[in-house]
């Protein structure tokens, strides 16, 4: 177990390397540079190429990579063009936003879809499982920006149920130790303010999760139906166990597993509608963040940010397989 | 589609004195789905088991055998299944038995044990939970008194070390290990019937021995009745009171073991016994399979299902279906369901 995990770690280096060099290369090919955002409508092409310079980008490609991973491999991703803040903190202070966001997308995924999933599994045919299919196949039709739209506009703008913006109220101010604002509002005692955060994740996390929701039903509903039809099961009812240990013990445990694999993938997945998400309901996380920088050629921000997630989707990933030997003891002791 | 059913007075009846503990009449199953043209997997089965007694059920694959006892325990599932016909158990009747009444009967009283004992196993959960569950269920056995009778019962079938064992998941054991596991769990709550259906056709010859012979000693001495379900008329020899032969969802021939194997009379019988390799039997005998495949059929109610694959074929094979009765050689408890039997006094190589 240890020697796998060790070896999936190793593996990161030359996703890393190859992942570099790939978004070194995109970044500058990328019309534009960091100058004219910078400049604006004051850019002259002698303003422009002293602004280059500056930052290194007239040297040659590989000069200016050999230089940047000279400096990351020292924990040194360089300085924001935009803010001149160290990318790290910038990074720092909007990855909890980020992953505050997912867990709620993909909490509210699996707390759906499983049961959903099994229900129309054990049922197929029925109408919970003929809504869900409609509706599974609704749910990654729809481009999650436009989800994120239509439900600010119906839950925020006109029945104003919840917040559609941000991620806390702007009249609340309280203390951020962990800049997980729910976790945040618990650990300092200020209830209404974790409350308030909370209120704030359900619209976007809805949006972000829609989509893990809908493969999740699906493949819970693949995966029930499949066991279902496995000898042990038989087996099970010839011993005479009860419907609910049948289904619980034998069944449920065992379509566990194709689906532990396909929340991890999702886990991974999410990080990129994040960017949607986060756009649509100003929520100051990592994709936001990102989004601007690409619009800004905000560089050394780009470039951090990817490999950053990069590393993020690896462990998340990881994570999931050590899970997975959790849930099958085949893995475990193999 | 169903026939006439005259061979239904000549239930075999003949051994039995007083009340079979299974009592199946006229066990008819019919698979229908959607688009394809409905099957009739098991049509009109009479079988008695006597308690105590092991009966065996031979056939080639796919004459219905599997579907037979899974229908009389419930277990064919609701969709597309229609299961007409009456199982008793006991004086009770199973198939019209509330669902919560017959949960507590399977595993308690009729047990199974099935082919491939790899499959049969859940493979997330140990060895010992799945023999303990079944003892909590039936008999609210829990915790550490669980585990023991957990460990006893796996000592039983001849599982060293069985402690530990209880921890083993599935994989971690063999073929002959996880059948052994199976008739454990079987076994656990001393039931009346135990069915086994195949359950040495995953294994290879010596563990399938081995498996044959502790399934024996075992009903022996717990006096469970013992249904055997096979292809292989080897296994039954060693271990039947009495056998029916099945072939396409009918039962063709029935018969104590000795005059079954001494003097076969239905031809499909007697191509089973030459497919399979024997001590007893003169050497110099050719092996020989059954010409053509199950596929190769003819519905009942058209004539003698087997008659295409028929080397005794006459006329009367086709047309009407054939009537079950007393055998030719007037042995009680044999019947054959033949126009056209095999002579039973000469020894009749197949040609
Ligand atoms: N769920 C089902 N739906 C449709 N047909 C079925 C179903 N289950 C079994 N059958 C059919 O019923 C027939 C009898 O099957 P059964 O499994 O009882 O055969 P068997 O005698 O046990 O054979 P084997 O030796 O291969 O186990 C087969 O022709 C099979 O195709
Ligand atoms: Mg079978």
Redesign the interface.
């Given at each position: 177990m240890l020697k796998f995990a060790v070896r999936r770690l190793l593996l990161l280096v030359p996703i890393l390397l190859g992942l570099s060099i790939l978004v070194f290369l995109f970044v500058r090919a990328l019309p534009g540079g960091p100058e004219t955002a910078l400049l604006g409508e004051r850019s002259t092409p002698e303003r422009a190429a002293a602004v280059r310079a500056a930052y290194g980008l007239d040297r040659p490609v590989y000069e200016q990579y050999g230089s940047y991973m000279g400096k990351v491999v020292q924990g040194d991703f360089g300085v924001s063009i935009q803010t001149q803040q160290p990318v790290s903190d910038e990074i720092k202070r909007r990855f909890p936003a980020t992953v505050e966001l997912a867990s709620a997308a993909i909490l509210f995924a699996v707390v759906v879809g499983i049961p959903l999933g099994f229900v129309a599994g054990r049922r197929p045919g029925s109408w919970v499982d003929n809504t869900s299919t409609v509706g599974s196949l609704l749910g990654i039709a729809i481009p999650v920006f436009a989800l994120g739209f239509l439900l600010k506009y119906v839950f925020a703008v006109r029945l104003g149920w919840l917040p559609g913006t941000g991620r806390q109220d702007v009249t609340i101010t309280t203390e951020h130790p962990t800049g997980f604002y729910v976790l945040d509002g618990i650990l300092t005692g200020d209830l209404p303010a974790a409350w308030d955060a909370l209120k704030h994740l359900v619209l976007p996390a809805i949006a972000l999760g829609t989509i893990p929701l809908a493969i999740i039903t699906r493949i819970t509903r693949a995966a029930v139906q499949e066991v279902s039809n496995?000898?042990?099961v038989?087996?099970?009812?010839?011993?005479?166990?009860?419907?609910q240990?049948v289904t619980r013990?034998?069944i449920l445990?065992?379509a566990m597993?194709p689906v532990a694999t396909i929340i991890g993938l999702q886990t991974g997945l999410l990080l990129s509608g994040a960017i949607l998400t986060e756009t649509v309901f100003a929520f100051g996380g990592m994709g936001s963040f990102m989004a601007a920088a690409v619009f800004t050629r905000d560089f050394p921000v780009i470039q951090g940010g990817i490999l950053f997630l990069a590393v993020v989707f690896v462990l998340v990933n990881l994570l999931v397989d050590l899970s997975y030997g959790i849930?099958?003891?085949?893995v475990r002791?193999s | 589609m169903t026939a006439p059913v005259a061979h239904r007075e000549s239930v075999p009846g003949h051994l039995l004195v007083g009340t079979p503990l299974l009592k199946v009449r006229d066990l008819t199953v019919t698979f229908a789905s959607r688009g394809r043209r409905p099957v009739r997997a098991v049509d009109g089965i009479d079988l008695d088991v006597a308690a105590g007694s092991t009966v065996g059920i031979v056939g080639e694959s796919g004459s219905g055998k599997s579907v037979t006892s899974?229908a009389a325990?419930g277990?064919l599932g609701k969709r597309g299944v229609t299961v007409t016909g009456s199982v008793e158990f006991d004086g009770e009747d199973l198939l019209n038995m509330p669902e919560d009444e017959l949960?507590?009967?399977?595993?308690?009283e009729i047990?199974?044990i099935?082919q491939?004992p790899m499959?049969?196993?859940?493979?997330?959960?140990?060895v010992g939970r799945q023999i303990t569950?079944?003892l909590e269920?039936?008999k609210g056995l829990k915790g550490q008194a669980a585990k023991d009778r957990a460990a006893e019962l796996l000592a039983s079938v001849g599982i060293g070390d069985s402690v530990r064992r209880l921890r083993s998941?599935p994989?971690?054991l063999s073929g002959g290990m996880r059948q052994r596991v199976?008739i454990a769990?079987a076994l656990a709550c001393e039931p009346r019937l135990l069915i086994a259906d195949e359950p040495t056709t995953a294994l290879d010859v010596t563990i399938s021995a081995q498996i044959l012979e502790l399934l024996r000693v075992l009903v022996k001495d717990t006096g469970t009745a013992l249904i055997l379900i096979t292809h292989d008329l080897g296994v039954v020899a060693g271990l039947c009171d009495q056998v029916h032969v099945m072939y396409s969802g009918r039962i063709v021939e029935s018969a104590p073991r000795r005059p079954l194997f001494a003097e076969p009379q239905h031809p499909y019988t007697t191509g089973l016994l030459a497919s399979v390799p024997r001590l007893d039997q003169p050497r110099g005998l050719p092996l020989l399979p059954i010409p053509g495949s199950p596929s190769d059929t003819l519905p009942w109610a058209q004539g003698c299902a087997f008659s295409p694959r028929c080397t005794r074929r006459v006329d009367a094979c086709v047309g009407h279906p054939p009537v079950i009765g007393p055998a030719p050689s007037r042995v009680p408890g044999h019947l054959v369901r033949c126009v056209n039997p095999v002579p039973y006094d000469v020894e009749e190589p197949t040609p």
């Open positions: 496995e000898d042990f038989r087996t099970a009812e010839a011993k005479g166990m009860t419907k240990v013990r034998h445990r065992n597993l849930i099958d003891p085949r002791t | 899974l325990m277990l949960r507590s009967v399977r595993g308690r047990a199974m099935f491939d499959s049969s196993l859940n493979p997330v959960l140990t569950e079944i269920r039936h998941f994989h971690q199976m769990m």
